[in-house]
C-alpha cells in the first residue's frame, strides 16, 4: 500500500518515516496541505493520510477515485474536514483515530483554564521585564464553581476527572449520555446559565455548527470562562469578540483551535501581515489566550496516532474489519 501524506511536519515524519518501514508501506510525504489545488500530488496512491486542515471536499474525492486511491486516513479524530457522502459513493474508505490520548487534550484545557484564570501568560511576560506588580491579575478559586461540560466521550470524560480533583461541580450535555457517569446531565440551555466554566469537548457536525453564538453568549453568567480545545466552528468567533467588548461578560476565553485556522495554525506566520480581521481582535483582549491546535501534541499521543493510523492502513490492506472506520 503506497501511502501520500499530505501536511505534513518534522514531527509527523519522525514518527511515521520508521513506523512504514516497520508496516511495509512505502510513505510519499507532501508539506501542503490537500485541495484541490495539491490533489494531484496523490496520482499513484493507494491511500492517502491527511489532517484537520486538509481540505478533503467532493471534488477533491472526485479526483482521487480517479487516481485510484481506495482509502483516506485521518491521523486525528475529527473528520469534519472530509465529505463522506462522495467518499462513499466512490466506495473510497474513511479511517479515523478516535483515542490517540483523551488525557492530553483533556490535561490541556485545564491548562488553558489555569492560565487564563490566573492570568499566567501576562504574568510571565511581566516577569520578563522584571515588572513585579501583581495589580490585574486576579483569579478566582476553581473549587465549588460549577463547569459545563459539553461532550462526554474519552476526552470530555477525563476533563470531568479532572475537574473532580479540583472540587469543581460538574454538569454535562451530551446527545448520547453516558450511562453510569456521574455528573448532571441537563440540557445545553441549563448548562449555558449555570455554568462558570465552560469547555467544549464534543465533534463538529452540521448540528451544532457555531454552538455558541449571539444567542447561547447571552444565556452565559457574567465573568463566564470558555474552553475550546475540539473544533473552531463550535464558536461564532464575530459574536464572541462582540461579548468581550460587553464589560463584565466574558472572565476569560482559552481556543486551542479557531473556525478560520487553516493556512494560519501550524505555519510560521511572525514576518507576514495575517488577514484575518477577527483573529487579530481576538488576541487583542487581555483575557483571551489563543494556541495553535496543539492540545493533542504529547510524546505518547503522537505514538498512539502513528501507531493507529498504521494499523488503520493494515487492517484494510489485509480485508480486515476496521472499527475506526467513518461511515455515515
Known amino acids: 500500500m503506497n501511502i501520500t501524506f499530505f501536511g505534513t511536519k518534522p514531527y509527523d515524519r519522525m514518527w511515521f518515516e520508521e513506523m512504514g518501514k516497520q508496516y511495509g508501506f512505502p510513505i510519499r510525504f507532501f508539506e501542503v496541505n490537500l485541495s484541490e489545488e495539491t490533489v494531484a500530488l496523490a496520482q499513484g496512491a493507494d491511500a492517502i493520510c491527511v489532517f484537520v486542515n486538509d481540505d478533503v471536499n467532493g471534488k477533491v474525492i472526485a479526483q482521487l477515485a480517479e487516481f485510484g486511491v481506495k482509502t483516506i486516513l485521518l491521523r486525528c479524530a475529527g473528520f469534519n474536514q472530509v465529505d463522506l457522502k462522495t467518499a462513499q459513493k466512490h466506495d473510497i474508505k474513511v479511517l479515523r483515530v478516535p483515542g490517540y490520548s483523551p488525557e492530553a487534550v483533556a490535561e490541556f484545557s485545564m491548562g488553558l483554564l489555569l492560565a487564563v484564570n490566573r492570568q499566567i501568560p501576562r504574568a510571565y511576560v511581566r516577569t520578563r521585564m522584571f515588572n513585579m506588580n501583581i495589580h490585574g491579575l486576579m483569579g478566582h478559586d476553581l473549587k465549588n464553581r460549577t463547569v459545563g461540560i459539553i ?39 441549563e448548562l449555558f446559565e449555570r455554568s462558570d466554566v465552560i469547555s467544549l469537548h464534543c465533534p463538529l457536525t452540521k448540528d451544532n455548527y457555531h454552538m455558541i453564538d449571539r444567542r447561547t453568549l447571552k444565556k452565559m453568567k457574567d465573568g463566564v470562562y470558555i474552553i475550546n480545545t475540539s473544533r473552531g466552528a463550535l464558536i461564532d468567533a464575530k459574536a464572541l469578540v462582540e461579548a468581550l467588548r460587553l464589560p463584565g461578560k466574558i472572565g476569560g476565553v482559552a481556543l486551542d483551535v479557531y473556525e478560520e485556522e487553516g493556512g494560519i495554525f501550524y505555519e510560521d506566520k511572525s514576518n507576514d501581515i495575517v488577514d484575518d480581521d477577527t483573529l487579530a481582535r481576538l488576541l487583542m483582549f487581555p483575557n483571551v489566550l489563543i494556541t495553535s491546535h496543539q492540545g493533542y501534541f504529547t510524546m505518547e499521543a503522537m505514538q498512539a496516532i502513528a501507531i493507529e493510523t498504521m494499523e488503520n492502513a493494515y487492517a484494510v490492506k489485509q480485508g480486515n474489519p476496521c472499527p475506526n472506520e467513518v461511515t455515515l
Do not use: H, N, W
Request: some cysteine.
Open 151 to 189: 461532550g462526554t466521550g474519552k476526552i470530555g470524560q477525563a476533563m470531568i476527572q479532572i475537574c473532580k480533583g479540583f472540587g469543581m461541580r460538574i454538569l454535562a450535555y451530551d446527545i448520547y449520555p453516558v450511562d453510569g457517569l456521574d455528573v448532571e446531565y441537563v440540557s445545553l440551555d
